[in-house]
């Protein structure tokens, strides 16, 4: 008999775990989901552009630009500068970040980066207003204060 009550047991967690996992993959609708930041910090405003298929993120952009739309990571000098003084520098961190979001498929939880601490507060923020955004189906562009 108690061979059969943990059959039982095992067959519900079962159900229930797969369960669900479909629940929250219907959660986020299939599209393109961009989050910008309200206003330039430093000469730099950050953005993050997601894709959803299947109700899961399968890629994730994270990076910044200036006001003429010359991107950070792409900036040799200031990447230069930022490794010496912080130990990272943007190339670096914003893959970072957004390896982190594609395996969590949510930004709780996401590791700071040492030297890209605010970078990281942005990131975690605008990842969350794109995750309400894909639930809902709305693409247009989330700003994030």
Known sequence: MSKRLLLLVFTVGLLLALGGCTIRQ??????????????????????VTIRVSGGEIVSVEYNAKNAAGFIKSWDMSYMRRMNSHAGTYPNRYTRSYGAALLEAQTPEGIDIVTGASSSGGNFKAMSAALLEKARAGDNTIAIVK
Do not use: I, R, T, V
């Open 26 to 47: 219907q959660e986020l609708k299939d599209g393109y989901y961009c989050a910008e930041m309200s206003a330039y910090q430093n000469g730099w405003k950050e953005f």
